[in-house]
């Protein structure tokens, strides 16, 4: 098992502060290893998963259907604006009732060709 340290200060004679390393306990090192059991796997199941889908969504890297990095700016001129996405579900009746309410009074309280 690896010995692991805690860190601590001691002011000397002269003013001055030493760092001075201790071995934590057996108890301290088992709660050490408990924690970073426990954050490797939250980072597996929450950390890594959720930055894939913000590296795709933030344009860090895409990939082609080849698995080949294409440049996000490409793929985002591909896709159809947020507007008409969220547009053709509405269409599709895709969004809960009070949603569609909503969305349909403001259609018809500004419609196509108002500006």
Sequence with gaps: MEILYKTTSEKQEDGTWKEIRVP???EEQALREKEV???LE???NVVIPNQYK???VDGAFT???EG???DSDEKLVKYPSIGDQLDALYHAGAFPEDMATKIKA???KYPK???
Excluded: C, Q, T
Aim: glycine share 4%; aromatic share 8%; hydrophobic share 35%.
């Design 106 to 108: 403001v259609k018809e």
């Design 42 to 44: 939250y980072e597996k």
């Design 63 to 65: 990939l082609d259907a």
């Design 37 to 39: 059991a426990e954050y």
């Design 113 to 115: 060709g108002d500006n």
């Design 24 to 26: 934590l306990s057996a």
């Design 54 to 56: 913000s590296d795709r």
């Design 68 to 70: 080949e990095v294409i």
